[in-house]
């Protein structure tokens, strides 16, 4: 597991950063995010996690520190399609788990995703609320918290 973080988000991309921008267009089009927004994003309260093997990334995940208490809102979790259901966003969830263990997670995730759904209510999310409209194309958010003290989920 790596942890890369955004400051070093230049013109010149290393090769795990120009695949983390490719997997963010080919795995979330319609939410993908330009250089410019990558390079913009970065301060001290951002963190992103990957999971690379054999130079590849194939999953990522950012978190953005929204609350000191602390509370991350989850921006982004991504898996390469021919790696999803190996477990890896199961991996990267449990890694921030393990450096934040009491902290929140916030996250906003399409009505219609019913897979990243079925992973985050695996992971005891709740559903606190629904954002209207919330994308481009009219479809609303499922808004999700999860618990301060995480136990054994
Ligand atoms: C949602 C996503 C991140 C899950 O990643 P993953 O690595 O495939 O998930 P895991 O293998 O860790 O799955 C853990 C559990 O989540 C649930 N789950 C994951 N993918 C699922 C699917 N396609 N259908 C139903 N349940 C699913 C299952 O309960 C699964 O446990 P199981 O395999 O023992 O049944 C991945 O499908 C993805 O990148 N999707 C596109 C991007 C996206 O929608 N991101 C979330 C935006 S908010």
Redesign the pocket.
């Known amino acids: 597991m790596h942890e890369e973080f955004l400051n070093s988000f230049h013109d010149d991309l290393t090769p795990w950063q120009s695949q983390i921008l490719q997997l963010d267009a080919m795995?979330?089009p319609d939410e993908k995010w330009t250089l410019e927004s990558w390079q913009n994003v970065w301060n001290r309260n951002y963190q992103l996690h990957l999971f690379v093997q054999k130079d590849e990334v194939q999953?990522f995940a950012l978190y953005q520190l929204i609350e000191f208490n602390p509370t991350w809102h989850?921006c982004?979790?991504?898996?390469a399609k021919n790696?999803?259901?190996?477990?890896?966003?199961?991996?990267l969830w449990d890694y921030q788990r393990k450096i934040s263990p009491d902290s929140e997670i916030f996250?906003?995730?399409?009505v219609s995703?019913?897979?990243?759904i079925?992973?985050y209510l695996?992971k005891s999310m709740t559903v606190v609320g629904l954002a209207r409209g919330q994308y481009s194309n009219g479809e609303s958010a499922l808004r999700m918290i999860g618990p301060r003290y995480w136990g054994q989920n």
């Open positions: 795995i979330l999953a989850l982004k979790l991504v898996v790696h999803q259901r190996q477990g890896l966003a199961g991996k996250l906003e995730v399409r995703n019913l897979n990243a079925n992973f695996k």
